[in-house]
């Protein structure tokens, strides 16, 4: 799935209910994160829920695993995958995350607290990202 399709999916959901359904079914799609990589140095700040980040470099494109304890959380790890994993760092880095963010119906129906954390979760990607050669 890329960015596009995803907003397309998110599009098609005409209640809140069913767009929230929607993300936690795309949070049981993350790929498992080993336990041992759940540690201080994979835990993202700023983040109501256990959420934990470990990013790689292949090839100069950046991927990333995550989990959390939320559901909904898992869900939002996995819209930033689909989003930002397997692209250049230039990509990431002109990628308008926010606009996307909007697109999907996020921004208004989030709570305060799940947005924070999903915009930890951004700064923590873009921050990985901005170390990239």
């Avoid at 995803?6 to 336990?35: C, H, Q, V």
């Avoid at 256990?50 to 494109?61: A, E, F």
């Avoid at 819209?79 to 697109?103: A, H, M």
Wanted: glycine content about 6%.
């Amino acid at each position: 799935m890329d960015t596009s399709e995803l907003i397309e999916n998110f599009s098609f959901l005409d209640d809140w209910e069913d767009r929230y359904a929607y993300l936690i079914e795309l949070g049981k799609t993350l790929p498992l994160m080993a336990d041992e990589d759940k540690n201080d140095d994979s835990k993202v700040e700023g983040c109501m829920s256990q959420v934990w980040l470990k990013t790689q470099i292949n090839d100069g494109r950046l991927s990333f695993v995550g989990d959390s304890d939320a559901h909904i959380v898992r869900g939002l790890i996995a819209v930033l995958r689909v989003i930002l994993s397997g692209k250049t760092k230039q990509e990431i880095l002109d990628t308008d995350v926010e606009s996307i963010f909007k697109q999907l119906g996020l921004e208004d129906h989030l709570s305060p607290t799940r947005r924070n954390g999903f915009f930890a979760m951004l700064e923590r990607i873009e921050s990985e990202t901005k170390k990239m050669n």
